[in-house]
């Protein structure tokens, strides 16, 4: 792209460009992208820990889960506050 100057974002894609005119646009990968791919990983923990505490479990290994499951929380909150 001629006149286009780029910046480059995580994992070497681009994250902005800038143009001839000097206006900034969006060109793929950023850190947005990257919060929300973390929500929907957290998601899917969620609901595979959610799934498997409906299980029967011994004692100590159903309390390891239900920690675990509380970490998992714990990070949604972090990417919140990252976000914000």
Request: charge should be negative.
């Given at each position: 792209m001629a006149?286009?100057?780029f910046a480059t974002g995580l994992l070497g894609q681009p994250a902005?460009?800038?143009s001839a005119s000097g206006s900034t646009r969006a060109l793929g990968f950023n850190s947005g992208?990257?919060?929300e791919?973390?929500?929907r990983s957290q998601?899917?923990?969620d609901l595979r820990y959610e799934k498997a505490l409906k299980l029967e479990w011994p004692?100590?290994?159903?309390v390891a889960?239900?920690?675990q499951h509380d970490r998992?929380?714990?990070a949604r909150q972090e990417l919140s506050a990252i976000e914000y």
């Open positions: 006149g286009v100057a902005f460009g800038r992208d990257l919060i791919a973390c929500r998601h899917r923990a004692d100590a290994l159903e889960l239900e920690a998992v929380h714990a």
